[in-house]
């Protein structure tokens, strides 16, 4: 069993990582929704999640995807938005 001060350092980092997935998902979401619909604003919100796409910060993937679909649907591209829907139903 890990010391308590090891313990807790770990519980910190893993608390750390989720809160930074909630703020890169909420920063997707602003970017969609105080900037003008096109292909440009889809390509940054994809890019916000980017670190969730790849696993390198822990959040809800499934959320993230719903989040980069909307977004692209918004810029007129069905089937980008189509596949990160069909990806959010299969995390």
């Known amino acids: 069993m890990p010391s308590t001060s090891n313990g807790v350092a770990m519980v910190r ?15 997707a979401r602003q970017i969609q929704f105080l900037r003008i619909s096109g292909p440009r604003t889809a390509s940054d919100v994809e890019g916000v999640l980017e670190p969730i796409f790849s696993g390198r910060v822990r959040a809800d993937v499934a959320a993230a995807h719903l989040v980069a679909g909307d977004a692209q649907l918004a810029a007129g591209e069905k089937d980008k938005a189509r596949e990160h829907w069909r990806t959010s139903v299969s995390v």
């Open 13 to 27: 980092r893993r608390v750390e990582a989720t809160g930074r997935g909630r703020d890169l998902l909420e920063r």
